[in-house]
């Protein structure tokens, strides 16, 4: 397999998803983004690097899977390019999205990015003269896209937001297509995440996707409920009190009418609550609810990690930096374990907080582990 073969492959990908970042197409090819640039620039690949690329895209000319051999007993790592898929296919792709669903919540994203890439490039080249299956694949589709946006905006520490937002927009197309409002809805959800959490984000623009994702969960209250959290903290970041206690109010309402799982939920709410008011400059009301909400959220380490970085943000707007190193000790060590996307620029944003007591010596040995981390 000669380089040129890598180069056109890429080529072929670049104008299928048009505005796809070298590193995403690293991660998903599964090599170094040094790699992708020689390619780019035409420059001699090495053929291992050539091959491990293909792979890594699904790119070889496999055929399709046959019913002797059943898609739960492979475990090639390279994703066959299926043709025509049966009930058992569907079934599988199916149980390897849930695994990657799971495994999003407790590994670093840029560790499942590559896999979830390829499964991604897998449900769009599946095709079936099924109805059922059909309506199944577009549904599988969707979270996929859905998963990809989540993990790209993650893996790049929410700084890639077109290459998120074109994901994410498939996932709204391919929701709306198999009639999936709660994928809809999650998907815009997502949308309005990147303008809110992005550095000099339009938050109005932010406000208007949670909207439209509120609308697209009607009749889904357990969607509402987490759609009215957010929704609640883009008009805390613009300063309407008053707005943003009425959606934490309507978010509860919804959450009761789900019959949401008690501690799950009042795990979700404090999180959410604690960020809100430190938005709305209530560092000691934050510091309560985050401290509520450290234990409710056991086992959701990159959850845990948004929490206690923002408790570090509370402790240093009351000027207790002995309180906020602390904090920010126990939450890179989290952002150290799973490189969680959401808590790397807040534990960033408190350590630029903490300039004040630079010469502190417990406050440069914060800002030298991270640089360490960061330069790792």
């Known amino acids: 397999m000669a380089e040129t073969d890598a180069a056109e492959v890429i080529r072929q990908l670049r104008r299928r998803v048009p505005g796809l970042k070298q590193w995403a197409l690293a991660r998903m090819c599964g090599v170094h983004q040094s790699t992708i640039s020689r390619v780019e620039r035409g420059r001699p690949l090495d053929r291992n690097l050539a091959h491990t690329a293909l792979e890594g895209l699904g790119a070889w000319d496999h055929a399709p899977l046959s019913p002797q051999s059943p898609p739960s007993q492979q475990r090639d790592p390279v994703w066959k390019p299926l043709a ?154 613009m300063g309407n009190r008053a707005e943003a206690e009425h959606h934490l109010d309507a978010a509860d309402t919804y959450a009761q ?37 450290v234990p409710l959220l056991h086992g959701r380490v990159k959850s845990q990690a948004i929490v206690v970085a923002n408790l570090a943000l509370a402790h240093i707007r009351q000027r207790r930096p002995d309180h906020a190193v602390q904090s920010l000790q126990q939450a890179l060590g989290m952002v150290e374990t799973t490189w969680a996307g959401g808590a790397l620029p807040l534990v960033a944003t408190a350590s630029r907080e903490l300039r004040p007591w630079r010469r502190e010596p417990w406050v440069a040995d914060i800002h030298d582990r991270l640089f360490t981390f960061l330069a790792s």
């Not at 979700?268 to 401290?291: F, K």
């Open 257 to 293: 009418q789900a019959d949401l799982d008690t501690d799950e939920w009042s795990g979700r709410r404090l999180r959410m609550a604690g960020s809100i008011y430190l938005a709305l400059n209530c560092p000691d009301r934050a510091q309560t609810l985050l401290e509520q909400a």
């Open 84 to 237: 025509s898929a049966d009930t058992d296919t569907v079934g599988w792709l199916s149980s390897e999205l849930q695994r990657l669903e799971r495994d999003y919540d407790v590994l670093p994203s840029a560790s499942v990015l590559a896999e979830a890439g390829q499964l991604h490039g897998a449900l769009i080249r599946t095709s079936t003269r099924s109805a059922s299956q059909l309506h199944m694949l577009l549904g599988l589709r969707g979270r996929s896209a859905l998963l990809m946006g989540q993990l790209v905006w993650d893996a790049s520490h929410r700084k890639d937001g077109s290459t998120a937002a074109m994901y994410l927009n498939e996932a709204v197309l391919a929701a709306q297509e198999s009639r999936d409002r709660t994928v809809a809805a999650k998907a815009l959800l997502r949308r309005a995440f990147i303008p809110l959490y992005s550095s000099g984000g339009d938050l109005h623009e932010a406000l208007a996707s949670a909207q439209r994702a509120s609308h697209a969960a009607e009749g889904h209250p357990a969607t509402q409920a987490s759609v009215a959290l957010h929704i609640s903290e883009a008009h805390a970041r």
